[in-house]
């Protein structure tokens, strides 16, 4: 009798974990598309360089009519003082993580918002390959003559080095996804942390990246401004999605139509069937 209530009692738990395997299969796959088709578009671009130089011209000529074309005298203003730069050349690097780390707290802690946040993430994606594949743009560090400085390859190299040239899409400066990101990462911060610090964390990365990648010759303002709208754009589809399919999204889910019995009613079950 004994082993039938605990094997009984253990099928939730067994469910429950291969529900968490299903999931992570499940995003772990979402995030090799989304892999797979940026490298693609990178073929796509790899061939169009004196367009993307053309473009970026054109972008500095837009930016110079709106009197906004600040960028190469921001970074002037910071390439004095080695602290700064290492400063803004770390946060740049440290993208990713500040993702990963985001994201993992979305799938833990907070499932039932965590949907909201990945569709945001992979359909601002999906908008930003069709621009990299329509609009390639060549970023400031790579126009010296209009007095950028590649500031992570001149005190961090081995970023660049460490960077596999078949991943990465050098010509693809609009929008940013660096800021966009991690706006979207500060949007889930504010909105869903419960303590103090961690939503002004939540205000300030944001604003911290948009210099970032300014003051390190990655982007133009417009790239940023650029990289916001794209955002929106995907929260807006994320919201849209999230209202169309209720709670068939949610991150494993418990539907109470098929739902286990409770231990204890699994061991009275037992019980009863032993009598």
């Known amino acids: 009798m004994t082993a039938n209530v605990l094997h009984v009692a253990d099928e939730p738990a067994q469910a429950k974990r291969w529900r968490a395997k299903g999931t992570l299969a499940r995003e772990v796959t979402l995030i090799a598309a989304a892999a797979l088709l940026y490298t693609l578009v990178r073929g796509l671009t790899s061939d169009r360089i004196a367009v993307a130089f053309d473009n970026a011209e054109q972008v500095i000529a837009f930016e110079?009519?709106?009197?906004?074309?600040?960028?190469?005298?921001?970074?002037?203003?910071?390439?004095?003082?080695d602290v700064l730069v290492r400063a803004v050349n770390l946060l740049y690097i440290g993208y990713w993580p500040m993702i990963m780390v985001t994201f993992g707290w979305l799938l833990v802690r907070r499932p039932a918002q965590y949907p909201r946040f990945r569709n945001a993430i992979l359909?601002?994606?999906?908008?930003?390959?069709v621009i990299f594949a329509l609009y390639p743009l060549a970023p400031p560090r790579f126009l010296p003559h209009h007095?950028?400085?590649?500031?992570?390859?001149?005190?961090?190299?081995?970023?660049?080095?460490?960077?596999?040239?078949?991943?990465?899409?050098?010509?693809?400066?609009m929008p940013s996804l660096h800021f966009g990101w991690v706006l979207l990462l500060g949007v889930a911060?504010?909105?869903?942390?419960?303590?103090?610090?961690?939503?002004?964390?939540?205000?300030?990365?944001?604003?911290?990246?948009f210099a970032s990648i300014v003051l390190t010759a990655n982007h133009y303002?417009?790239?940023?401004?650029?990289?916001?709208?794209?955002?929106?754009?995907?929260?807006?589809?994320?919201?849209?999605?999230?209202?169309?399919?209720?709670?068939?999204?949610?991150?494993?889910?418990?539907?109470?139509a098929v739902s286990s019995p409770e231990p204890s009613d699994a061991v009275d079950q037992a019980v009863s069937s032993r009598s």
């Open 147 to 173: 007095g950028f400085v590649d500031t992570v390859e001149q005190s961090a190299s081995t970023y660049r080095t460490l960077t596999d040239p078949s991943l990465v899409n050098d010509y693809a400066a």
């Open 64 to 81: 110079r009519a709106l009197g906004i074309f600040v960028e190469p005298e921001l970074q002037g203003a910071i390439l004095g003082n």
């Open 221 to 256: 303002l417009v790239d940023g401004l650029v990289g916001g709208a794209v955002i929106l754009f995907g929260l807006g589809v994320a919201v849209l999605l999230e209202r169309r399919t209720g709670s068939r999204d949610r991150v494993a889910p418990r539907p109470d």
């Open 189 to 209: 911060l504010v909105t869903l942390a419960r303590h103090r610090v961690t939503r002004i964390a939540g205000v300030v990365l944001p604003v911290l990246m």
């Open 123 to 129: 359909a601002s994606g999906a908008l930003s390959l």
